[in-house]
């Protein structure tokens, strides 16, 4: 079983609709993350949460919005959908006993298109 | 995932042969880095990781060397296999305790049979 999941893994929606896109993980880690990976540009930080109470803006968070609920689930939302969201996105979490923050864990990426 | 790779550089090695991949990174106060390959429709995987006060590491078939004068990363793969052709790129730990990462653009390697 795969450490970390997300669903759905594709989705494709039109502007102006609510999405919402979950994580799900099974290693015990305390940080969580999302990213978008866009072509030609690498893995931009959207948000990140160091535990439950914990939710920090990356650098492209406008538009988007989080919820922790538990220390496994992250979820990412977009409010309303607009089509320069269309992109890959990814869930990762990392090891909170390592000081330069280790090696982040990903989950398969979910694909979104927005029309 | 193909469509993550379409404007990258590409490096083509034949199969058996050695792979080298190379990276700039942004800030010389970056203390920690990775490599990640990311294969076709997954998420980046870890290879191999170093730390700034080390300038080589070597893990299975990889090897990772480090140039802080430079700011350079680059990874090794020796005797490259089918299985690794995918998009390699690496990441940079800020030091200011926040544990945020900046990511590479990536490489994409094709083995050639």
């Known amino acids: 079983d795969a450490d970390v999941t997300q669903t759905p893994r594709n989705r494709i929606t039109k502007t102006g609709k609510r999405i919402m896109l979950e994580c799900s993980q099974t290693k015990g880690h305390d940080r969580m993350y999302w990213y978008r990976q866009d072509p030609g540009l690498g893995l931009r930080l959207i948000y990140y949460?160091?535990?439950?109470?914990?939710?920090n803006k990356g650098e492209i968070s406008d538009g988007y919005s989080v919820s922790r609920q538990a220390q496994a689930k992250f979820s990412l939302s977009l409010e309303s959908a607009i089509p320069n969201q269309t992109a890959l996105y990814f869930c990762?979490?990392?090891?909170?006993?390592?000081?330069?923050?280790?090696?982040?864990?990903f989950g398969p990426g979910t694909r979104l298109t927005v029309l | 995932g193909e469509s993550v790779g379409l404007h990258l550089p590409t490096l083509s090695v034949q199969e058996g042969d050695n792979s080298i991949i190379n990276c700039a990174y942004s800030?010389?106060?970056?203390?920690?880095f990775i490599w990640y390959k990311q294969e076709s429709g997954k998420g980046p995987q870890f290879i191999i990781d170093i730390r700034s006060n080390m300038d080589k590491r070597q893990g299975q078939r990889v090897t990772v060397l480090l140039n802080k004068t430079v700011k350079h990363l680059s990874l090794q793969i020796a005797a490259t296999q089918p299985g690794d052709s995918a998009v390699y790129f690496c990441?940079?730990?800020?030091?200011?305790?926040?544990?945020?990462?900046?990511f590479g653009t990536g490489t994409r390697l094709k083995v050639l049979a």
């Open positions: 990441a940079e730990n800020m030091p200011s305790g926040t544990y945020k990462y900046i």
């Open positions: 949460s160091f535990d439950v109470k914990d939710i």
């Open positions: 800030n010389s106060a970056s203390d920690y």
């Open positions: 990762a979490t990392s090891d909170p006993g390592r000081r330069d923050g280790g090696e982040q864990f």
